[in-house]
């Protein structure tokens, strides 16, 4: 699957006209679906990620506790084997 990503000015005459022939072409074609988002929103809008597990991982980011693992050898990098 491959996802593209378009910034679409629909105030103007190319912006609308882009529109227009993607949802001319593509609409309800199986295989390929079109999601229009609002940046605006977007920003605004809900995280997708939970807030407690945001705080753990920036609070990881900030601590200088961290543990190298050996990707030939996770379990004994990890002491667990």
Sequence with gaps: ????????????????AFMAMS???FKNVEGIEIIETDSKKLKKGKNKYN???VDIVLKSAKSNKSK??????IWGSLGLK
Aim: overall charge negative; glycine content about 4%.
């Design 51 to 53: 807030p407690e597990f």
């Design 68 to 73: 190298e693992i050996n990707p030939n050898d």
């Design 23 to 25: 949802e001319t072409f």
């Design 1 to 16: 699957m491959t996802t593209i990503i378009l910034k679409i000015n629909e105030r103007t005459k190319a912006g609308k």
